[in-house]
């Protein structure tokens, strides 16, 4: 069983900079790879951001250069920094995981291939 928790985010202004974190707990041994996800009002969930489990990161060309994902080392919390925030960033964040298996890098940002997901998380940008 997997279990992940996000926290962070909230309300920030453009130009500005906000973390959202997820704390990730499993009962097995196994490697998980990792993304988030973010879904605005009225549209369709979206990629954000992957780091797989051989440390590639992947990012939306709508975030690419502004935001970063990364672990810590012991891969118990996953961070996405964001900067440089505009208001088309406002969503509700997600992060998910997937069990260790090769996968396309063009399907890194596909919903549909991850299995665990947070409850999310609100960002709101605005001046």
């Known amino acids: 069983q997997v279990q992940l928790v996000e926290s962070g985010g909230g309300s920030g202004q453009p130009g500005g900079s906000l973390t959202v974190s997820c704390v990730i707990t499993k009962n097995y041994d196994g490697h998980l790879c990792m993304a988030w996800f973010r879904q605005a009002p009225g549209k369709k969930r979206e990629g954000v951001a992957a780091?797989?489990?051989?440390?590639?990161?992947l990012y939306d060309e709508s975030v690419r250069g502004r935001f970063t994902v990364s672990q810590d080392s012991a891969k118990n919390t996953l961070l996405l920094q964001m900067n440089s925030l505009k208001p088309e960033d406002t969503a509700t964040y997600y992060c998910?995981?997937?069990?260790?298996?090769?996968?396309?890098?063009?399907?890194?940002?596909?919903?549909?291939?991850?299995?665990?997901w947070g409850q999310g998380i609100q960002v709101t940008v605005s001046s």
């Open positions: 780091l797989d489990c051989d440390g590639t990161t």
């Open positions: 998910a995981a997937r069990d260790w298996g090769e996968l396309f890098r063009s399907l890194l940002l596909s919903g549909e291939e991850y299995h665990y």
